[in-house]
């Protein structure tokens, strides 16, 4: 098994530009999420889903949005980036409702740049 | 919403040393977990408490989750090289009932010199 895989590893935008992260878990979750990691900032939650077809606003979502067409992938854009939006972004997944019965499972992370 | 306050942030340490290191919140949680983030990859599950007064292990790493449900530490025997990477406390929100939304600590980044 793959888990969760992020694509891409890594990408430079200028401010302005578009793009879309793929994420993509072949555990069968029901749920999961985009979180972005800044130094100093840990883990912050972007937006999340708990099946496919929904998504909801987490912590920080404004600038991004994300679509669930498919239980297995969960996509995150930015429609016009902006340098604060240089970050690490990692999604995740988990099985049942309840986190603590189900662990998050992390993927690798996508180091994206906005100059 | 909650905060998850961690400490230290960082920490050098000689191999062979014993580490420990703690989270606190100002409000109650139902479940602590412990978190490892290794370089250049994602989190990944260390151990996970469900009940005040727990006290659990995993090989050397021992966590416990505080009497007044509002801290848990995490303690490391015999550090080895490995071992580096940064440490994350979490706890559900329970933001609007959800349960499955996960509130970070801010981390703790740990350093063994071999």
């Known amino acids: 098994n793959a888990g969760v895989t992020q694509t891409p590893k890594f990408r430079v935008l200028k401010t302005g530009q578009s793009m879309t992260l793929l994420c993509a878990q072949d555990?069968?979750?029901?749920?999961m999420y985009w979180y972005r990691q800044d130094p100093g900032m840990g883990l912050r939650l972007i937006h999340y889903?708990?099946?496919?077809?929904?998504?909801a606003k987490g912590e920080v979502p404004d600038g991004y949005n994300v679509s669930r067409l498919k239980k297995q992938n969960f996509l995150l854009g930015l429609e016009s980036a902006a340098p604060s939006q240089t970050s690490v972004y990692f999604c995740?997944?988990?099985?049942?409702?309840?986190?603590?019965?189900?662990?998050?499972?992390f993927g690798n992370g996508t180091r994206l740049t906005v100059t | 919403g909650q905060q998850l306050n961690q400490s230290p942030q960082s920490m050098f340490i000689q191999e062979g040393e014993d580490v420990s290191m703690n989270c606190t919140s100002s409000?109650?949680?139902?479940?602590w977990l412990w978190y490892k983030q290794d370089p250049g990859e994602g989190p990944v599950l260390l151990i996970a408490?469900?009940?005040?007064?727990e006290l659990t292990s995993n090989g050397r790493l021992t966590a416990q989750f505080g009497i007044t449900r509002k801290d848990s530490f995490l303690n490391i025997s015999a550090s080895i090289p490995s071992d580096v990477g940064i440490y994350f406390c979490?706890?559900?929100?329970?933001?609007?009932?959800?349960?499955?939304?996960?509130?970070f600590g801010k981390g703790t980044l740990l350093t063994v010199n071999p």
């Open positions: 889903s708990v099946g496919e077809g929904t998504t």
């Open positions: 995740a997944s988990s099985h049942h409702r309840s986190s603590y019965n189900s662990p998050l499972h």
């Open positions: 979490a706890g559900p929100s329970n933001s609007g009932g959800s349960n499955y939304k996960l509130t």
């Open positions: 555990m069968n979750h029901e749920y």
């Open positions: 408490l469900y009940k005040a007064g």
């Open positions: 409000s109650i949680f139902n479940t």
